[in-house]
């Protein structure tokens, strides 16, 4: 009888371990319960309170037809601001992949290793609305919004309304660095095209080059539907604006003579009204002031067929034209000059009429 009891109280004890330990076969998977109160599926040996290990999709959530008030996985924090959801990386990657309000902050973050959220395997990247795609990122890393088909590093919308951003770094644009087209693209040949509207394909492109000047060309309007092949010389021949890194102005050119000219324009301008600052020539009213006898200015004037202090043309010429406002202010000298002699005639005959009465 004792023997009898000291069997059952050893098969007992036997039991009570083995329950301490259960597993559940199912197919080819199993749930494993560890004396921890962990949980594991896929594994045998869990080490957090569910572990889940697979090949296959681990978890796959689905909300029935008809309910609206559920997300399909709800995750809730505590108050001390732990991360809702940690992905951790396998053997390439280590450290927080992935977390979402951390310290009561909404936030997609990164820990001790590069975040990156996208494709791999040559996909495109994609983000949109209502089934469409809004935001697209090529495997080449151009982006594309509005056009699912960018035709440089950054473009926005299609058709004549694009606005392009790219490279135009190559000996056949100056030495250009980047450009932004609109209605114009760059293409990897080195050729630029310009999309149309069945009547109207015309385009216009700023860039710039490696000695820091921004040039700003266009593309004529031919009337075709859209314009193909346009060769770099081709942009390059119809800049019509120049801003050199020196901040001078150039239009309908390219180069300078003379870079002191903060505006040099290749041919003619019209404006409405032009101020130049101007000293004024009162110093010829002035006391003290010695005009020229007319004798001498006669002299002068015979000899080198110009007045005195005035440019002569071939001076203007080879000068590139004269300064306005000095010129300007010779003119003005001048003309008080000719007034003084005016005077001083007048005087003269008022004194032989005097004498002759």
Same mark, same amino acid.
């Given at each position: 009888?004792?023997?009898?009891?000291?069997?059952?109280?050893?098969?007992?004890?036997?039991?009570?371990?083995?329950?301490?330990?259960?597993?559940?076969?199912?197919?080819?998977?199993?749930?494993?319960?560890?004396?921890?109160?962990?949980? $594991?599926?896929?594994?045998?040996?869990?080490?957090?309170?569910?572990?889940?290990?697979?090949?296959?999709?681990?978890?796959?959530?689905?909300?029935?037809?008809?309910?609206?008030?559920?997300?399909?996985?709800?995750?809730?924090?505590?108050?001390? +601001?732990?991360?809702?959801?940690?992905?951790?990386?396998?053997?390439?990657?280590?450290?927080? &992949?992935?977390?979402?309000?951390?310290?009561?902050?909404?936030?997609?973050?990164?820990?001790?290793?590069?975040?990156?959220?996208?494709?791999? *395997?040559?996909?495109?990247?994609? &983000?949109?609305?209502?089934?469409?795609?809004?935001?697209?990122?090529?495997? $080449?890393?151009?982006?594309?919004?509005?056009?699912?088909?960018?035709?440089?590093?950054?473009?926005?919308?299609?058709?004549?309304?694009?606005? =392009?951003?790219?490279?135009? @770094?190559?000996?056949?644009?100056?030495? $250009?660095?980047?450009?932004?087209?609109?209605?114009?693209?760059?293409?990897?040949? +080195?050729?630029?095209?310009?999309?149309?509207?069945?009547? *109207?394909?015309?385009?216009?492109?700023?860039?710039?080059?490696?000695?820091?000047?921004?040039?700003?060309?266009?593309?004529?309007?031919? $009337?075709?539907?859209?314009?193909?092949?346009?060769?770099?010389?081709?942009?390059?021949?119809?800049?019509?604006?120049?801003? @050199?890194?020196?901040?001078?102005?150039?239009?309908?050119?390219?180069?300078?003579?003379?870079?002191?000219?903060?505006?040099? =324009?290749?041919?003619?301008?019209?404006?409405?009204?032009?101020?130049?600052?101007?000293?004024?020539?009162?110093? =010829?009213? +002035?006391?003290?002031?010695?005009?020229?006898?007319?004798?001498?200015?006669?002299?002068?004037?015979?000899?080198?067929? *110009?007045?005195?202090?005035?440019?002569?043309?071939?001076?203007?010429?080879?000068?590139?034209?004269?300064?306005? +406002?000095?010129?300007?202010?010779?003119?003005?000298?001048?003309?008080?000059?000719? @007034?003084?002699?005016?005077?001083?005639?007048?005087?003269?005959?008022?004194?032989?009429?005097?004498?002759?009465?």
């Amino acid at each position: 009888m004792n023997i009898s009891k000291h069997i059952s109280f050893f098969l007992t004890l036997i039991l009570i371990s083995k329950l301490s330990l259960a597993q559940f076969s199912t197919g080819s998977g199993n749930i494993t319960q560890v004396t921890t109160g962990n949980v $594991g599926i896929g594994t045998p040996s869990p080490t957090t309170n569910l572990d889940v290990q697979a090949a296959n999709p681990i978890i796959r959530a689905k909300i029935n037809s008809g309910v609206t008030s559920y997300a399909a996985v709800y995750v809730e924090s505590n108050t001390s +601001g732990v991360n809702l959801i940690q992905l951790m990386g396998g053997q390439a990657m280590t450290g927080t &992949l992935f977390g979402v309000n951390r310290a009561g902050a909404a936030q997609i973050y990164c820990n001790n290793s590069p975040l990156m959220i996208g494709t791999g *395997h040559g996909y495109d990247f994609t &983000l949109g609305t209502n089934a469409t795609a809004n935001i697209t990122i090529k495997n $080449g890393g151009n982006v594309g919004i509005g056009t699912t088909t960018p035709e440089g590093n950054l473009q926005v919308g299609t058709g004549i309304a694009k606005l =392009v951003f790219g490279a135009a @770094t190559a000996s056949t644009m100056g030495y $250009g660095t980047g450009y932004l087209g609109f209605n114009a693209s760059r293409q990897t040949a +080195g050729t630029w095209t310009a999309a149309g509207d069945g009547a *109207h394909n015309g385009g216009s492109i700023i860039y710039g080059n490696v000695n820091g000047d921004l040039l700003f060309s266009s593309i004529g309007n031919t $009337g075709a539907s859209t314009q193909s092949g346009i060769t770099d010389a081709t942009i390059v021949s119809n800049v019509k604006v120049m801003i @050199t890194s020196a901040g001078n102005l150039l239009i309908n050119k390219t180069s300078q003579t003379n870079s002191s000219y903060r505006l040099d =324009v290749n041919g003619m301008v019209r404006v409405n009204e032009i101020r130049v600052n101007l000293t004024g020539a009162d110093f =010829v009213f +002035g006391r003290g002031y010695k005009l020229m006898p007319l004798k001498d200015l006669e002299f002068y004037i015979s000899q080198n067929n *110009h007045l005195p202090e005035i440019a002569s043309a071939k001076e203007m010429e080879t000068n590139e034209g004269v300064a306005i +406002g000095e010129m300007q202010t010779k003119l003005l000298q001048k003309i008080e000059e000719l @007034t003084l002699y005016i005077i001083e005639q007048n005087k003269r005959i008022e004194a032989l009429e005097k004498a002759s009465q």
